[in-house]
C-alpha cells in the first residue's frame, strides 16, 4: 500500500516531532483517517521517536584535557614564532629615500629570522622541544615499562630504549615502542607523535626518556600502553 | 585558559557523545574530542556569532568525525566495545528496573550504531543535543527540509530493526 500525497508524507516528521501549525495538524489527522499506509507511517515514527527520548550521554573514560591545553599551547608557542618573523618584516623599505636603510634593516631582519630559526632548529635538534619550560617537566610522574600499568596518573614519564619505529603515510604521525631491553621485547609502550606536537623522532636503539599522556588501548588486537601523545623527548646519555 | 576549560568542561561530555555514536569508538571519539578542542580554540576568533555556539560548535565535530570515517575502512563495531559488557557489574546485584532500563538503552544504541554516519548525526544533533531541524540544517549545512527526510528514514530503519525485539523494549 502506498500513498501519493507526497507533500503530507514529507511533513510526517514534523507532525511526530510536534512541529506544525495547527491547521497542518488538522489537514494531517484529516488525511490519516483516510490512509492506511500514512497510518503506519505515523505508528513507526512514533515508536522511533519514543525509543531515542532520552537517548544517554555519555561520558569518555579518560578526560583529554590534559592533551588538549598542551597542543593549545604549542600552537600558541607556533604563533609567538610567526609574530616574531611577521614583526621582523616590518622593517622593509617604505620609501626611496630611505633605500639604503631600508636595505640594511631588511638584512638584519632577514639575518634576525635565520637566527630565530636556526635557533628553533637548533633546539629541535636537540630532541627536546620548547614548550618543556611551559609543561613543567617535573609534575610528570616517572614509571617503567613494567610497573606502567600500576599507575593512575595521567602525565607520565617513561625511560627505555627505541624500537620498532613507524610512520603512518596518511597523516605523518610517527609511532614506536619502548622497550625495558632487547632481551624482553614483549614488554613494551607504545609512543605516539602526532600533531600538532610534531617532535623529531628519536633514532632507533637510542635510549630516551618520553613525556607524555598515559593510555590504555583496549582495542582487542592491542591491549597495550602507550603514551599518546607524546609531548616531549629526552636523549639519556649512558 | 580558564575560560577555555570552563567552556571544554561545559560541552565535554555532548561532544564526546555526539562522536561516539557518530564514529562507534570511544578510543576514537576520545582523539577526535582532543582535535575538535583544538581546532574550536585555533578557530575561536573567527567566531563571528552568525549561530550559537553549540552550533558552530558541533558543525566542527561533525566535520571532524566526517574527516575520520572518510580515512577509515567501515567496520562494524560491536556495541560492547563502546559502552562496556557490562561484565565490571558481575557480582554486583542491580535492581531489576535498571538492568530493564540499562538492557534497553543498549539495544537501543546498538541499532542506532547500524545506521548510516549521516543519518546517525541527524539523529544524535536531535535526540542528545536537542537541536531544532534549523540548527542540525546549519550544523550539516543543508536544509531543514533534509533534516526532517534524513530523521524520517532513520527512524523508520531503527524501527525496523528493533521491531524483531517488540515487548523486550
Known amino acids: 500500500m502506498w500513498c501519493f500525497r507526497f507533500d503530507l508524507r514529507k511533513k510526517l516528521m514534523p507532525y511526530v516531532d510536534g512541529r506544525l501549525d495547527s491547521r497542518m495538524v488538522q489537514k494531517i489527522e484529516q488525511h490519516l483517517l483516510d490512509c492506511n499506509a500514512c497510518r503506519l507511517q505515523v505508528k513507526i515514527l512514533q515508536t522511533g521517536h519514543r525509543l531515542l527520548t532520552g537517548l544517554p550521554v555519555l561520558t569518555p573514560t579518560r578526560d583529554p584535557w590534559e592533551a588538549i591545553e598542551a597542543a593549545v599551547l604549542a600552537d600558541s608557542i607556533k604563533a609567538q614564532e610567526v609574530t616574531l618573523v611577521a614583526g621582523s618584516r616590518r622593517w622593509g623599505v617604505h620609501a626611496p629615500g630611505l633605500a639604503l636603510a631600508g636595505v640594511l634593516s631588511l638584512a638584519l631582519a632577514v639575518t634576525g629570522v635565520w637566527l630565530i630559526r636556526t635557533g628553533t632548529l637548533h633546539e629541535r635538534e636537540s630532541e627536546s622541544f620548547n614548550q618543556k619550560e611551559i609543561l613543567d617537566l617535573k609534575r610528570f610522574q616517572p614509571v617503567s615499562v613494567t610497573n606502567i600499568k600500576d599507575q593512575t596518573e595521567p602525565h607520565i614519564v617513561a625511560e627505555g630504549v627505541v624500537t620498532a619505529m613507524e610512520l603512518e603515510e596518511e597523516d605523518g604521525d610517527f609511532t614506536f615502542k619502548l622497550i625495558e631491553d632487547a632481551s624482553r621485547p614483549d614488554q613494551f609502550i607504545v609512543c605516539e607523535i602526532i600533531e600538532p606536537i610534531r617532535l623529531k623522532p628519536p633514532k632507533v636503539g637510542s635510549r630516551v626518556k618520553v613525556y607524555g599522556v598515559r593510555r590504555f588501548d583496549d582495542k582487542s588486537n592491542h591491549q597495550w600502553f602507550e603514551v599518546h601523545p607524546v609531548l616531549n623527548i629526552e636523549q639519556v646519555k649512558r | ?169
Request: with cysteine; proline share 4%; hydrophobic share 40%.
Open chain 2, 1 to 169: 585558559m580558564s575560560a577555555f576549560r570552563s567552556l571544554y568542561e561545559a560541552y565535554r561530555d555532548r561532544t564526546y557523545s555526539l562522536a561516539c555514536y557518530v564514529l562507534g569508538d570511544s578510543l576514537q571519539a576520545e582523539d577526535a574530542l582532543q582535535s575538535i578542542f583544538l581546532k574550536v580554540h585555533r578557530s575561536l576568533p573567527a567566531f563571528r556569532n552568525e549561530s550559537s555556539f553549540a552550533t558552530w560548535l558541533y558543525r566542527i565535530a561533525v566535520n571532524e568525525c566526517q574527516d575520520r570515517l572518510r580515512k577509515q575502512p567501515e567496520a562494524y563495531v560491536p556495541l560492547e566495545d563502546i559502552i562496556g559488557s557490562g561484565a565490571e557489574f558481575d557480582g554486583q546485584l542491580l535492581p531489576d528496573e535498571l538492568h530493564a532500563q540499562s538492557e534497553r538503552q543498549r539495544v537501543i544504541q546498538e541499532a542506532l550504531l547500524l545506521l548510516s554516519p549521516k543519518l546517525r548525526s541527524v539523529v544524535v544533533l536531535k535526540y542528545l543535543e536537542g537541536l531544532s531541524y534549523e540548527e542540525i540544517a546549519q550544523v550539516l549545512e543543508c536544509s531543514a527540509g533534509t533534516v526532517a527526510s534524513r530523521l524520517n528514514r532513520a527512524l523508520v530503519e531503527l524501527e525496523a530493526r528493533l521491531r524483531p525485539l517488540k515487548g523486550m523494549i
